[in-house]
């Protein structure tokens, strides 16, 4: 027995005396807080896989400026304290070059003290605006704001001939804000709201909220919700027979929805959603074409199930500070920051970046396509 | 103002929710019925036996209906396990103590579902159909009938074996007093096992049935438990009818108050008025006022 030990620690020595002068240098470390568990684990689980997955794949390609990159990924389990806990963990112990993440907006605005106060650049991958708006200096995030899917709701509303609107939001982080966004642009648009609905994101019965929609002069319905709140949604509007055009948020643009619904239920309910859940319908030329092609292959291939938009988030995060760190020839944090604010014309998963010294979200509502859901399937509207 | 087509289909949507929460309730009865206690780990039933038939018919490609069958057979033996693993061997304990033993089963069961199913919601198939049925300018889901239908059978059934059969009445009679009831012959750990076997029958039942209205997730048991729980308050803990009655109460008083006030406040409006009915009468509707114990 001794002397297997013995074997094996030889070996283990060996193996790394092996590895190690090909990494001479420091590592680069990206740090990344994703609610892998815990009710947002639908955003943290895509966000670390696609993360450890980058991390591979930069390696393979030869790392950073010459150096290895290290992504370290740290739980949060959905809960902002944990999340701040993380952030000291990775600022002081790890001496990360930048964080990505958290995944959700509660834990990313904990987290923004940390960050402005240790000067390390955040690219965070949750959806609020209030993230960066206003703008702060080290922070920036990668989805889309609530205020550009509301906006391509409403043009396509405009465009239909809609002015009158029922609104059925959910009563947590995301409803509330999309609500808020929701109630503000419409004034701004032309359009007015005349049904104002909630629903609890735990709630299984909407038929309620749907009937006294259904009583008013409504043309049409704007869900705001994650799943699985706007599933129940389909299900009782059919239930109720409701034709009105259904619009429904990005938080439910993903495959789980149209299961959770079923398909004769999701058919033609419309949402702005990111390109990567209609890749095959998006045009050749397209400059996203190549990326998100690759990001689904790689993603699927490894990990035997389907991307979401999602994981999407964490890999434009990490390859917007790639290349800053590249462009910046440096990985000091500062350097990197500064690398960042310049972007300009980079397309990642989610769109086109440009980022600057006031908009540290970079993204307009092109990033969006509207998708109608056809026979179980996106359907891209031109 | 809402018109009677409207105010219909409020009250359908609220029985059917209400059932829900009647068929959580149910399951509490009978442990209290046997044992006094407050079984926390009731809401997890019913879960389980929703997840359990989703899982059956993805991983076993079983038949909707068998593996209905065997999501309940499955869960009863986890009730059965809980006792014989939990409750038993501690119980000369007071039963605060195994109430709060059964609030740690709920946490191990929730948590050996996620780690077992992963943490998505799940749907199941209607068992007869998704095509909704018109009624009086309201219209309902054929799954609602099943959840209406299945919940009173279960409620005589239950009646029946309470009143009439010597087993239920044993059960009952370890609730009123354990030492007298094993003096008289019963075998009180046996009849407490049943118990936990027939409540978890009856949780994964409801939670089998409802699956294909609510969708299923891992954690879908912890608002079951709490608003099945209300529902036997309100009913009067320790009767049936009471769970159901109360269940069905509160799920019409939660659509009407989303239907006619503001669909913001309608949880809060309905427990405002479970409140104040709780203050009028403490047993609950239908409860026996206690202190009548000899």
Redesign the interface.
Known sequence: MRRFLYACAVGLIGVLGWTLPAQAAEPIRIGAIFSVTGPASFLGEPERNTAKMLEEQLNREGGLLGRTVEVIVYDDESDATKAVTAVDRLIKRDRVVAVIGPSTSGSTLAILPKVEEAKIPLISCAAAKKIVEPVKRWVFKTPQSDALAVRKIYQHAKKAGLSKMAILTASDAFGAAGREELKELATQVGLTIIGDEVFGPKDTDMTAQLTRIKGTAAQAIIVWGTNPGPAVVARNRVQLNIGLPLYMSHGVASPKFIELAGPENAEGILLPAGRLIAEGQVPPGHPQKAILANYIKEYESRFKQPTSTFGGYAWDAIMLVAQAAKRAKSAEPAAVRDALETTRGFWGTTGEYNFSADDHNGLTEEAFVMVRITKGDWEMLR | M??PS?LL??V???A??GS?YGLAGLGFTVIFNTTEIINFAQGEFVMLGGMLAVFAVRWGGLPLAVAVLLAIGLTTLVGVAVDRLTIRPVRGQSVIVLIIITIGVSIVLRGAAMLLFG?????LPGFSG?A?I?LLGA???PQNLWVGGITLCTLVAMKLYFDRTISGKAMLACACDRKAASLMGINVDTMVTLSFALSALVGALGGAI?AP???T?Y??GI?LGLKGFAACILGGLGNPFGAVAGGVILGVL???S??LI???Y??AVAFVILLTLLFVRPSGLFGRRAAERV
């Open positions: 809402a018109s409207d289909q409020y359908i949507s609220g059917t929710l829900t943490k998505d919601t799940y749907p998704g909704p018109a219209s309902l889901l409802l209205i609510t969708l997730s954690d879908v608002l939660e659509s009407l989303a239907g503001s669909s913001g309608k949880d």
